[in-house]
């Protein structure tokens, strides 16, 4: 009866002694423990991991994500990395963060190796470019790859989200680089093209002046650029778009042709269906005698208003019986002549005029008065 009470007894001690050696299991930096909130202090939870003591997580080691500290309550399960077996004050320093970072790393390797497509969210600016997070990873997007254009003021994309690639993960590192630029690109050429199918030729629409050249005006119809260029800004003759429209000039313009192949877009400011030309050229006559106004000088003559849209040119010969120099000499910008139509050329569009000539058949007061 002894010995069976002795045997018992020593079952017991083996147990109480079998829990101990559980309790005093040897830990290491990088274990991940399963963890369980015990208390909830200001700046950090203490967990059970299992040990002898308990552990200690700091709010900055709590997630990659943003979270709501309200959220965590006593009881909490979830997985933990040992990141000091001593804090200094002698507890141990674990990290719920570094589980969830290694699981990301996992998933991330994935999007890379498949070159998935994936939306984030831009956070902050910083040198060279701007930060965001995918799956609580922080990331790095320099300022060419944010988009296709160029970038003046990286704080205006703050807080937007766009979609991205990404271009180079080195997780030993913790480098994580994104690019967005090929997507953006890809998206505006597919917006480009199904906003081609929608125009049609001939047809009228609304756009914005956005960019001037030398040759022509750009102009914005909706998501697509198409040129309008000198020769169709106006029917009169343009030395600059600047002389007709301005860049933000809302304006209604004609699509005179799309070519699909390259995307480009020619269009019409002027009234392409009446050619005002034509309607001043059928009362006109060689021969005639009108009153025209200067518009601008040329090296070899004088450029004169005959109409709007229609002009006429008074060759440097044609304008004095006197050798001039210079139109100048004689005339000046807004004055009113009277000249005589000398030729009109209706294949070139060019009427052909001259003061002499129109001189030699008025009357002689008329003609002393030009003469002075």
Excluded at 12 to 32: C, F, G, H, P, Q
Excluded at 152 to 164: N, P, R, T
Aim: aromatic share 6%; net charge negative.
């Amino acid at each position: 009866m002894l010995q069976d009470e002795i045997v018992e007894e020593d079952l017991t001690m083996a147990d109480l002694m079998s829990e101990v050696e559980k309790t005093m299991a040897k830990i290491y930096r990088n274990d991940i423990r399963k963890a369980t909130v015990i208390a909830i202090e200001e700046n950090g939870v203490i967990v059970n991991i299992g040990y002898h003591t308990d552990a200690y997580l700091p709010w900055k080691e709590f997630s990659s994500s943003e979270f709501d500290k309200s959220s965590v309550n006593i009881g909490d399960e979830f997985n933990v990395s040992i990141l000091r077996l001593d804090d200094g004050e002698g507890n141990v320093l674990v990290s719920k963060k570094k589980v969830e970072n290694e699981k990301s790393y996992d998933e991330i390797e994935k999007i890379f190796k498949n070159k998935e497509i994936v939306t984030v969210k831009l956070k902050d600016v910083i040198k060279g470019g701007m930060t965001t997070t995918i799956k609580g990873v922080r990331a790095f997007i320099p300022s060419s790859q944010i988009t296709d254009t160029y970038v003046e003021d990286l704080s205006s994309y703050v807080g937007k989200s766009i979609d991205v690639q990404i271009i180079e993960f080195v997780p030993q590192k913790r480098k994580l680089i994104l690019s967005g630029k090929v997507l953006a690109k890809q998206k505006r050429l597919e917006k480009r093209l199904a906003r081609l199918d929608e125009l049609k030729e001939g047809e009228k629409y609304h756009g914005t002046v956005t960019k001037l050249m030398n040759y022509g005006a750009f102009v914005d119809i909706g998501g697509i650029e198409g040129l309008i260029h000198n020769s169709d800004l106006t029917w009169a003759k343009i030395r600059h778009p600047k002389e007709v429209v301005q860049e933000g000039q809302e304006v209604e313009v004609s699509i005179i042709s799309i070519n699909k192949e390259t995307g480009k877009i020619a269009l019409a400011l002027k009234d392409i269906a009446h050619d005002p030309w034509k309607d001043v050229v059928a009362n006109l006559k060689e021969g005639q005698i009108i009153k025209v106004i200067v518009t601008k000088f040329a090296l070899f003559g004088a450029f004169v208003k005959i109409t709007d849209g229609v002009e006429g040119l008074i060759h440097i010969s044609q304008i004095s019986k006197k050798r001039i120099a210079k139109p100048q000499d004689i005339l000046s910008i807004g004055e009113e002549v009277e000249v005589k139509i000398m030729k009109i050329d209706e294949k070139e569009k060019r009427i052909s005029l001259s003061i002499v000539a129109a001189l030699n058949e008025v009357d002689s007061e008329t003609k002393k008065m030009y003469m002075v």
